[in-house]
């Protein structure tokens, strides 16, 4: 199919792409006449394990060939032992699972509505306020557009649900003078990845958790891009040394098979009763499997300790690399394997340039080229997207004024 002829059968939601891609093998890419990238981009932090990892690919096709699908009405027994195991790494509480990051935070905001009520001594109706920050990132559905901040989001879509408010980001005066008596809960990303690979400090997140305690509010964190792994840690907000009261996961927890989930610290866990949310294909067995290969793969190659430790030289090395053009970097943010280059230029320029020398990157933020390799990725691979990221820079001109 000619990608310039996209428009004819799609909406055209999405701007037309450049490329169309055919096959992945690890950290590598090819695109339908055959060129071959290095996929830095892991389809927005989903392909964790790089491309077609063999033991994910082996473990989706025998499940495919034994049971793909069973409706929630059933048990399924892959289910709750995924369940075990993610609680083993948050703590103890329960699970709920779905099929995406905007379902995710869906079904916090959900359980925000229901602590709200239940504080409210029951009161249905009243507006139950959820306080998250500016320039986060929580998805397209209708309530989780309606915590995300941007205008671009928003724009078009008025009215919103209301009892959502936005504090400055990283500012715990801020969130403190938006906690009232009619909040439920704190929704926030411990690091901002659509925003621009922005953290949180961890004095903050621990001044939020301790602003949570004290005023009987929930701490629920949405760990969708910088959850499984990806900073070197398996939760993000684990540098804060915290404990929050809800998370939401998704993106690579199926390692590029759709599935999402909420972890609910016990003491909140049974504000869900049977009935008060559900979903036809969340959990299935099929995506499961591919969460547990890819629980499996991340603990068997040591892959968290691997990428705290080739994330911290990757962004010494990143900083070196974009020294040399102060004219068009203004700095290097991030942890682990989800870095930022904040760009003094257009970032979708330098995105496109460094993809026709081969590296897959994507803008973040308005103003970054965010950087994301699969938990897999080695540190010959780095060494190839540092070369590929100094001959971009180092030859790079404008084409548009930023
Ligand atoms: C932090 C965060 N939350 C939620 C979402 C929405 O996830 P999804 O696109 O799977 O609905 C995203 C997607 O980029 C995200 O980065």
């Not at 069973?70 to 399924?76: D, G, P, Q, V």
């Not at 990051?101 to 409210?120: P, Q, V």
């Not at 911290?312 to 870095?339: C, H, M, N, Q, W």
């Amino acid at each position: 199919m000619d990608i310039t002829e996209y428009s004819h059968c799609l909406i055209s939601n999405y701007a037309t792409p450049p490329v169309a891609f055919d096959r992945g093998e690890g950290a590598r890419i090819w695109d339908v006449e055959g060129n071959e990238y290095l996929d830095f981009s892991s389809g927005i932090a989903v392909t964790c394990l790089g491309h077609s990892h063999p033991k994910w690919v082996s473990a989706v096709q025998k499940q495919a060939a034994k049971l793909v699908h069973c409706t929630n009405l059933f048990a399924i027994p892959e289910q709750a032992r995924l369940a075990e195991r993610l609680t083993r790494k948050a703590g103890a509480g329960r699970m709920l699972f779905c099929n995406s990051g905007a379902e995710a935070n869906e079904a916090l905001i959900k359980l925000a509505r229901l602590y709200g009520c239940n504080k409210a001594g029951g009161k249905e109706g009243k507006i139950i306020k959820i306080v998250s920050a500016e320039g986060d990132f929580h998805g397209r559905t209708y309530g989780a557009m309606s915590a995300t901040s941007g205008s671009k989001i928003r724009s078009g879509f008025a009215p919103l649900a209301p009892g959502f408010a936005f504090a400055k980001f990283n500012e715990l005066a801020s969130f403190e003078g938006l906690l009232d008596e009619d909040t439920a809960a704190v929704l926030i990303e411990p690091i901002q990845g659509e925003g621009g690979v922005r953290e949180t400090t961890d004095d903050v997140l621990r001044g939020i958790r301790q602003l949570c305690d004290e005023r009987g509010i929930l701490l629920m964190l949405d760990e969708v891009q910088c959850g499984m792994a990806r900073t070197g840690r398996f939760f993000s907000y684990e540098s804060a040394g915290i404990t929050p009261d809800a998370i939401a996961l998704a993106k690579g927890l199926g390692g590029g098979f759709p599935i999402g989930a909420i972890w609910v610290r016990e003491s909140h866990a049974d504000l869900f009763k049977p009935g008060s949310h559900g979903t036809t294909f969340g959990g299935s067995p099929l995506a499961c499997a591919a969460a547990h290969a890819v629980l499996d793969v991340i603990e068997e190659e040591k892959l968290m300790e691997k990428v705290a430790v080739r994330g911290a030289s990757f962004k010494i090395e990143l900083e070196t690399v974009a020294a040399k053009r102060p004219d068009l970097v203004k700095e290097v943010r991030g942890r682990g394997y989800l870095l930022a280059m904040s760009m003094k230029v257009p970032c979708g320029e330098i995105v496109t340039a460094l993809r026709m020398r081969g590296l897959i990157a994507v803008p973040a933020g308005g103003d970054s080229v965010r950087i994301l390799p699969p938990l897999n990725a080695n540190e010959g691979e780095i060494a190839e997207a540092l070369e590929i990221i100094d001959k971009t820079l180092s030859t790079f001109t404008a084409l548009t004024k930023p």
